[in-house]
Nanobody
Framework: QVQLVESGGGLVQAGGSLRLSCVASGLTFSTYAMGWFRQAPGKEREFVAAVNWSGGGGIIYPADSVKGRFTISRDNAKNTVYLQMNSLKPEDTAVYYC?????????????????WGQGTQVTVSS
């Protein structure tokens, strides 16, 4: 079975940084787009960033809400996707989920992602 395991969440002060990691197993990692989503209480699950299989390491597609602050990357040799989160704000507080897309090219629709991690809590305090 596909398994995605996130790590790196926690409590951080506003303006701080955090790096999330997601280790994948049970799939041909390099051939699938990978994405990060987040969900805050009372809100719908929100697309954060995704990376395609292509371009050696993949083409990066961040959401407008995090562009310039968050960076997604992948290391195919380690079956790992990362989310570097800088300049964190309280509104970034959410459970962050790693997800594997159903194909090699990303989308922003959670329905198109067929495998999900358990999520990791990120809390940004003022």
């Amino acid at each position: 079975q596909v398994q995605l395991v996130e790590s790196g969440g926690g409590l951080v002060q506003a303006g701080g940084s955090l790096r999330l990691s997601c280790v994948a197993s049970g799939l041909t990692f390099s051939t699938y787009a990978m994405g990060w989503f987040r969900q805050a209480p009372g809100k719908e699950r929100e697309f954060v960033a995704a990376v395609n299989w292509s371009g050696g390491g993949g083409i990066i597609y961040p959401a407008d809400s995090v562009k310039g602050r968050f960076t997604i990357s992948r290391d195919n040799a380690k079956n790992t996707v990362y989310l570097q989160m800088n300049s964190l704000k309280p509104e970034d507080t959410a459970v962050y989920y790693c997800a594997a897309h159903s194909g090699p090219y990303y989308s922003t629709n959670p329905q198109d992602f067929r495998s999900w991690g358990q999520g990791t809590q990120v809390t940004v305090s003022s």
